[in-house]
């Protein structure tokens, strides 16, 4: 399991399954989860949750995502790899290993210990997970 510190400014958590991140921005709370990969896909990077009020701005950054390929994700629940196959909540799809949504549903519910983040192979592929973060509880 690859595990990265990225210094926000002041907080560290260690959580179950990795190390968390958060910070106080202008925006409000951010935090960050590893994206491990998943059926050796090589894609692993990072997912970033930032408060809007009581929406959530999830940002998305995989190294080794193939270029140009559209990939799904979304937030469903429980955790990687054991996640349920409904999604909970849409994501924008990951683009070149890049994806940004803003979902009406507040930080706290996101980091409860309940969901994960999941990005599939392609739409016609959605069995096929490439990478998924577990989003540990607290910030």
Not at 98 to 111: F, K
Request: charged letters at 15%; a positive charge.
């Amino acid at each position: 399991m690859r595990i990265h510190l990225m210094v926000f400014s002041s907080i560290l958590v260690l959580a179950a399954g990795g190390i968390a991140a958060a910070q106080m921005t202008s925006a409000g709370l951010a935090t960050e989860r590893g994206m491990e990969q998943q059926n050796n896909s090589g894609q692993a990077g990072f997912v970033t949750l930032v408060e809007r009020g009581e929406k959530t701005l999830v940002n998305i950054r995989l190294d080794g995502a193939p270029a140009g390929r559209v990939e799904p994700a979304h937030v469903h629940r429980g955790e990687c790899p054991k996640i349920n196959p409904a999604p909970a909540y849409p994501l924008n799809p990951v683009v070149n290993g890049r994806s940004t949504t803003l979902v009406n549903v507040p930080l706290s519910r996101l980091v409860s210990g309940n969901y994960s983040v999941n990005v599939h192979a392609s739409a016609k592929n959605l069995t096929h997970y490439v990478s998924c973060g577990y989003l540990t509880p607290g910030t």
